[in-house]
């Protein structure tokens, strides 16, 4: 008798054990869904940021362009925009090389 009840005990506990078990793995699959969604939406910001960026980037060289930027703002973006420039140059300048060699 002893041991019946002690074998359905251990039945009793490993049935809760399974159904911790299911509750755990369903809330798992939750948070992984969540997850995966935060990351898009993450991704889509990180997008948005990277379109403002540019968007920004632009209106500066615009601005330089047109002489409405503020003096100090001008003198190191024309600093940065004359290093790209040389950069790109450069780049061209090797792509030209490689074409006539």
Request: charged share 35%.
């Amino acid at each position: 008798m002893v041991l019946e009840q002690y074998i359905q005990r251990v039945e009793e506990r490993l049935q809760l054990l399974v159904k911790k078990l299911q509750l755990l793995q369903t809330e798992n699959v939750s948070l992984k869904e969540e997850v995966k969604i935060q990351q898009q939406e993450l991704q889509k910001q990180q997008l948005a940021i990277q379109g403002l960026e540019d968007r920004l980037q632009l209106r500066k060289i615009a601005d330089t362009a047109q002489g409405t930027t503020l003096a100090e703002e001008d003198v190191a973006f024309k600093r940065e925009i004359r290093g790209k420039i040389n950069d790109y140059i450069k780049e061209i300048d090797r792509c030209i090389a490689l074409l006539n060699g």
